[in-house]
């Protein structure tokens, strides 16, 4: 009997997929470091009976329109705002992503990154490489506190609340908004439910963790950042597209918000001629909220769990 074939859209170690190829048919993209071909793609799933995705490719109506034997796209990530799941229900393929795998790893990140922007560890890291540490001086890259400050989480699912918990260790008090109340949240961490404006206004860092839909596109825009702090300091890692950047960068010049940390961007990769990669007070990363070496590979395992599963006729581990 044959095997079902799956494509892969990025080259993935060998290592992770050596335990699969008994089973499955492996096609794959070869590149690790470049999102294979628009037109390489819809040939691929034409032919394949599964997908293994990257959230650089938009698995979309007209994709699957054409995908007669495709039965899961197995997106290598949490979010799945690439993937076009009502077509995909109405064309009877699973999709799933992989949650809880990444979650404390991003939320690491997160914290990281709220970290390196409020003490300015990457501007600091240039200084002393730029030979521009001629002294020590009382406010040398005097940064911002973190201890006892109030951390504003727009988002609170599995990350959030473990992003709570990073928070509640540096005795932060927690504000939170999400679509609806995590009891878990507020009865472990102390977190507290509030509206998006009043979580704005009083938190010392919003941290942005929402998934990206047709409701939180560009829900940080001029009105938000107006209502935030003056020393308020903004982080993103989610998705680039729920905020306007051109509005982030409005109110960074002006001094609406003291700084930015970035993992996402509206445009991956960002362009290094974008005016926000010429302000200080930003730090940027590549999109690596889940990017150790454990928990990619757990996502890789997952991934491909979820289609050997349902090309087996299982059910899936982690549908969406
Ligand atoms: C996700 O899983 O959605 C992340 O953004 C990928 O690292």
């Known amino acids: 009997m044959s095997k079902p074939s799956i494509f892969i859209t990025r080259k993935l170690p060998e290592k992770v997929l050596a335990p ?21 793609l819809l040939r691929k799933a034409r032919e394949a009976d599964g997908l293994v995705t990257m959230l650089t490719e938009s698995i979309d109506d007209t994709l699957l329109n054409e995908a007669a034997n495709l039965k899961i796209v197995a997106n290598m990530a949490v979010g799945y705002d690439n993937i076009n799941v009502e ?39 240039q200084y002393v490489r730029n030979g521009d540490w ?56 102390g977190a507290e439910y509030v509206s998006l404006e009043y979580l704005l206004k009083n938190a010392d860092f919003v941290v942005c963790l929402a998934p990206l839909t047709d409701e939180t596109y560009h829900m940080f825009d001029q009105a938000a950042f107006k209502h935030m702090k003056n020393d308020a300091i903004f982080i993103n890692a989610s998705r680039g597209a729920l905020v306007n950047e051109t509005a982030l960068y409005n109110a960074l010049v002006s001094k609406e918000i003291k700084g930015a940390g970035l993992d996402v961007f509206e445009n991956e990769p960002i362009s290094k001629d974008h005016p926000l990669l010429q302000l200080n007070q930003v730090v940027c990363l590549p999109h690596i909220g889940s990017s150790s070496v454990e928990t990619r590979t757990k996502m890789m395992e997952l991934a491909l769990n979820n289609a050997l599963r349902v090309l087996q006729g299982d059910t899936a581990i982690t549908p969406v």
């Open 20 to 40: 699969y190829r008994d089973k499955l048919e492996i096609d794959m993209w070869e590149k690790t470091d470049e999102a294979v071909p628009r037109e390489v």
């Open 87 to 125: 077509s995909a229900r109405k064309h009877n393929i699973e999709v799933t992503n992989t949650p809880d795998v990444l979650t404390d790893t991003t939320a690491d990140l997160a914290f990281g990154l709220l970290m390196t922007s409020a003490r300015r560890i990457v501007e600091a890291d």
């Open 134 to 189: 001629k002294h020590w001086a009382p406010m040398l890259m005097a940064g911002s506190d973190i201890h006892h400050k109030t951390l504003g989480i727009v988002g609170m699912g599995r990350i959030g609340t473990t992003l709570a918990k990073r928070g509640r260790g540096f005795d932060m008090e927690i504000l939170y908004h999400n679509r609806s109340r995590n009891v878990e949240a507020e009865e472990q961490l």
